[in-house]
């Protein structure tokens, strides 16, 4: 098992090979790069690392890794950047996704300013998703308090020409055509600092995650909202009732089982601690329809830090596991579906986005 743990310092790999019951940890690697996003490309023979990096120095770039992350290389010239009659720059990566096995060189980035980027080599160059980068609705796209950005990408696995995005603000959008046209999927999704509260697009959505088994069914974490699409992100429903705040940045799906997932509840907007001060993943086995709370082996005392939107993730093992890392430089993990958890590493760099996958 692989564990790749972004920070705001470098990109930390994590291996286990006792079925995940303790972990040996290395880096940082690409150092005094802030790591937004990692992928752990499998669909080839030698699995890939893919990882956004952003350096204060020399900008934003995406690195790979053909060893598990023992050396990386990047091309002389930017993989990601904006065609020149855009004029606009590239701020970093935050999403890096591996299309489906029917497209084996297939890669896509979501950016800040938000873009959707596609690579037909594996990762090693993308080029601009026009079509989106010239939706109508684009000049009025807001910018979330981390930026305004694509930070989700879900490629349907059914059908590569169907494609869903997330960006905080500008809400959910889908194509069916490969990309050719977009249209706005945010029926039911509030936005309750707009003057219309349900807008066409404009919600400040946090993540979205599809289901493995149904795929039609999508889960999103929004800005104060948790919801439930069942029509392939047509409409949505809360399913928040039960969680003790509706509030949070992750929402992860089992990668076997239909209708389990997981999510980090944060007090609020203005308060972003987790729920009286506990360090809880909360898991829900029917869809939303209720939750409880997962704390085995978490820390007891009060705990503070916030944990972001991308470092909530699961692994794709038999029985799987659960993983999450903290603002506080902590990493957890479960290797039973989240019924008890143990610690991976303690003080690390901000983390900012964990990936697992047997490798």
């Known amino acids: 098992m692989l564990l790749a743990v972004g920070t705001a310092k470098g990109l930390f790999v994590a291996t286990s ?10 880096g940082p690697h690409l150092p005094m790069t802030a790591v937004y996003a990692v992928a752990v490309d499998t669909r080839r023979a030698v699995p890939r690392l893919l990882a956004s990096v952003t350096s204060s120095h020399f900008g934003p770039s995406v690195s790979v890794s053909d060893d598990l992350g023992r050396t990386w290389s990047e091309p002389p010239q930017p993989p990601v950047a904006f065609p020149a009659d855009t004029a606009t720059a590239l701020d970093r990566v935050w999403q890096l996704v591996p299309a489906s096995p029917a497209e084996p060189d297939v890669v896509y980035a979501g950016s800040q300013p938000s873009a959707l980027f596609r690579s037909t080599d594996g990762g090693v160059s993308f080029e601009l998703v026009r079509p989106l980068w010239d939706h109508p609705h ?23 020409a169907t494609v869903l995005v997330a960006m905080s603000t500008g809400g ?21 600092f707009l003057p219309d509260e349900w807008p066409e697009f ?23 909202g948790v919801y439930r699409s069942d029509d392939a992100g047509a409409t949505w429903s809360s399913i928040a009732d039960g969680l003790p705040s509706d509030f949070g940045f992750p929402i992860a799906a089992h990668p076997h089982r239909s209708g389990v997932i997981y999510t980090f509840p944060l ?31 978490l820390p007891e ?37 989240g019924d008890s958890w143990r610690t991976v590493a303690t003080a690390l760099p901000d983390v900012l986005c964990v990936r697992a996958a047997v490798v």
Request: aromatic share 10%; with cysteine; net charge neutral.
């Open 138 to 160: 684009r000049p009025q796209w807001g910018a979330g308090f981390g930026g305004q950005a694509i930070h989700t990408v879900l490629p349907d696995p059914r059908d590569p």
């Open 172 to 192: 959910v959008y889908r194509t069916g055509d490969a990309g050719a046209s977009w249209a706005p999927g945010n029926t039911g999704i509030r936005a309750y």
């Open 17 to 26: 090979d006792d079925d995940r019951r303790s972990w040996q940890v290395t």
């Open 267 to 297: 007090t609020a907007d203005a308060q972003r601690f987790p729920v009286d001060h506990r360090c809880r993943v909360f898991r829900s086995a029917d869809a939303g329809a209720s939750w409880q709370p997962s704390t085995a082996g």
């Open 202 to 224: 404009g919600q400040c959505v946090h993540k979205v995650a599809r289901d493995a088994v149904a795929p039609d069914r999508l889960y999103a974490q929004n800005h104060h």
């Open 301 to 337: 005392h009060p705990y503070y830090p916030v944990v972001l939107r991308d470092a909530l993730t699961t692994d794709d093992a038999p029985t799987a596991g659960v993983y999450f890392g903290s603002r506080s430089g902590d990493v957890f993990a479960s290797r039973d579906e």
